[in-house]
């Protein structure tokens, strides 16, 4: 789990240093991801040391703090404001979610899934919580224990390339979509 994360669990404003996120960047996170992981072990270590060597610029534009900060939250309370407020963390808007969890555990939801989740009205499965926590980058359990839901189907360790995938996703939070766009590059190089 991320440090972050614990403001989010503890339902506490996420410092403002740490949220100069780019929106445009989200859109570029999918194609990202797909190319790590495709990436042998070497590739997926230097793209991570690649991206944490980029400066962070500060956005021109609007950004999405407002799902970050407890107050005035647009969610209902409970699990699916966690789940949208550790989306937005990472700066992965619902669609770029979508493709994200399906590149990393196979799971296809719609956006308007990702909607009911977030205003309460989906149920989040083991299934679920087990693919949403290889994107988080947690173990399963925590996550699961965080969202109330019984993993009856045992624990589950991430694959190293989705442990990978999840900590540059992480590490790239604060990069402008060129940035991103640029890393995907690379991996394209580093496979080729």
Do not use: C
Not at 60 to 75: H, K, V
């Amino acid at each position: 789990m991320q440090r972050l994360d614990l403001f989010i669990v503890a339902d506490l404003a996420v410092p403002e240093d740490e949220l100069p996120f780019h929106p445009n960047a989200s859109g570029a996170l999918a194609q990202l991801v797909e190319r790590t992981l495709r990436l042998p072990e070497a590739g997926r270590k230097r793209l991570r040391e690649v991206a944490r060597s980029l400066p962070v610029q500060p956005p021109s534009g609007p950004s999405r703090y407002g799902p970050l900060q407890p107050t005035g939250q647009p969610y209902p309370p409970g699990f699916g404001s966690l789940f949208a407020r550790m989306l937005a963390l990472r700066n992965m808007s619902w669609g770029a979610s979508v493709q994200v969890l399906h590149l990393m555990s196979g799971i296809y939801l719609s956006t308007s899934n990702i909607g009911g989740m977030v205003r309460g009205l989906r149920v989040f499965d083991a299934k679920l919580v087990i693919g949403l926590a290889a994107v988080f980058g947690m173990p399963a359990g925590v996550l699961a224990t965080l969202m109330d839901v019984d993993l009856a189907i045992g624990d589950h360790v991430h694959s190293a390339k989705n442990r990978d995938a999840a900590a540059l996703l992480w590490e790239v939070r604060q990069l402008t979509s060129e940035q991103v766009w640029g890393l995907s590059e690379l991996a394209d190089q580093l496979n080729g």
